[in-house]
């Protein structure tokens, strides 16, 4: 299969649709033909039985004197007045006028029903099947062959009954028969589909939470990347000082270990495999770290921090930490001219970054947090993190904007404070 990953396992959903769904629904026309045969089949059976009773009766009110048939006693019988309607005819080797029910239920040719009744006589069995009436309507006929006393057969009972109501009732049954099966197909196809989702729904989480661990390793690396580069010229313009760089090019290669440990750690903890690494950490002393290691120069980023023990995961919540500010030194100029100017409080367990920035609009103070999406159109990545970070701990981000302007994102992490678990 060609494409992306994603296109393939959509592929992979209609074609597993497709082989569900056509199998259930061979299935299921070979029942609907099995059904609709043996419901004929019946049908016929019912109608034959029916003619079967005439002609038994019919045939026991036949006598055979002096060479002659006598049909005198059936006109005397209810029967003759009612339907089916009937005829005895002669066979072959005898001759006689013959005899017709008195009703007549469906219009016969008389040339159809003699022929049946020789044809009966000349074979020595009971003829059934259909024909057609005078008018065209399907019939169903039993010719049954009468003997006399020397077991030679004289004559023949035919029996007839409309199978027009009988032939009505099948195709009404087939049209419902039919339409139910498409419908049960239609539900066959949309169970079929929702069933295939949730199968290759593992596919599908491991392909997005390999797509996600992609963007947010390239989305956290490209500000410690782009600072090593930086140091990098420096040293090349100016040799003097490569002593004295060597230090920040440790730190921030430091820094991107930890950023690549953070990122493999919560794609292992998304995928069950290993546990978050608690431990007692203050919290004013991480959130000063990533500060000194963080600020961009000639920003104005200002920390005021009360003494706050946490037991943490700390390479998640440094992480938390540092998508926060860099959040704010992006985004939080009150003109794309000016430095940023950044205010941090730490306190009871939640850290507070506020900037003089235009804010976050309330339409999409909730959307912001959403991953790949952000007020300005950027990715997104870094406060998706950072609510990943404060949920796995707990706790909660909240986005509002200050009533003198700028937005504030509070990271409460929640059920890690030292009050709580003291």
């Known amino acids: 299969m060609k494409g992306s990953a994603a296109e393939r396992l ?51 009110l036949v006598y055979y004197e002096n060479n002659t048939v006598i049909t ?12 089916p309607q009937f005829a005895v005819l002669p066979s072959g080797s005898t001759s006689f006028s013959g005899y017709f029910s008195k009703r007549t239920c469906v219009t016969m040719d008389p040339k159809v029903l003699a022929g049946l009744a020789y044809d009966s006589t000349q074979a020595g069995t009971t003829l059934t099947g259909f024909r057609r009436a005078a008018d065209g309507r399907p019939v ?16 023949a009972v035919v029996a007839v009954a409309d199978g027009e109501p009988t032939e009505s009732a099948y195709d ?43 963007a947010e390793t390239a989305h956290d690396l490209r500000t410690p990347v782009a600072s090593l580069r930086a140091l990098a010229e ?28 953070s990122l493999l750690m919560r794609a292992r903890l998304a995928a069950g495999l290993d546990k978050l690494a608690f431990e007692p950490v203050w919290l004013d002393q991480l959130v000063s770290v990533v500060v000194e290691e963080s600020a961009e120069a000639g920003s104005n980023v200002t920390v005021a921090a009360a003494p706050t023990r946490v037991i943490v995961d700390p390479a998640l919540v440094r992480r ?15 003109q794309p001219d000016q430095a940023a100017i ?34 300005s159109g950027s990715t997104g990545l870094g406060l998706s993190i950072v609510r990943w970070v404060a949920e796995v701990h707990g706790g909660v981000l909240n986005v509002y904007n200050a009533d003198e302007g700028g937005a504030i994102f509070e990271l409460d992490l929640g059920k890690a404070t030292s009050t709580q678990l003291s």
């Open 172 to 214: 009404l049954l087939v049209v419902a028969v039919v339409g139910g099966c498409l419908l049960i197909i239609v539900l066959l196809a949309v169970s079929g589909y929702f069933l295939s989702g949730r199968a290759i729904r593992p596919a599908a989480v491991a392909l997005e939470q390999q797509e996600i661990l992609l």
């Open 10 to 60: 959509r592929r992979l959903r209609w074609m597993l649709t497709a082989i569900f769904t056509t199998l259930n629904a061979i299935g299921l026309i070979v029942l609907a033909v099995a059904f609709l045969r043996t419901y004929a089949d019946q049908q016929h059976k019912l109608l034959e039985a029916d003619l079967l009773k005439v002609t038994s009766t019919v045939s026991r």
């Open 140 to 155: 169903w006929v039993v010719a049954y062959p009468v003997r006399n006393g020397a077991g030679e057969y004289i004559a």
């Open 234 to 261: 420096t040293a090349l313009r100016h040799p003097d000082q490569g002593a004295a760089l060597l230090p920040r090019t440790v730190a921030l290669a430091g820094r991107m270990g930890e950023i690549i440990d």
């Open 320 to 334: 938390a930490v540092g998508n926060l500010l860099e959040n704010a030194l992006h985004y939080g100029r009150a």
């Open 72 to 83: 005198a006693a059936i006109g005397e019988d209810d029967i003759s007045r009612q339907c």
């Open 342 to 375: 950044v205010h941090i409080t730490v306190a009871s367990g939640r850290v507070t970054v506020a900037d003089h920035g235009p804010g976050v609009s309330e339409e999409i103070a909730e959307s912001v947090l959403d991953r790949f999406q952000t007020g």
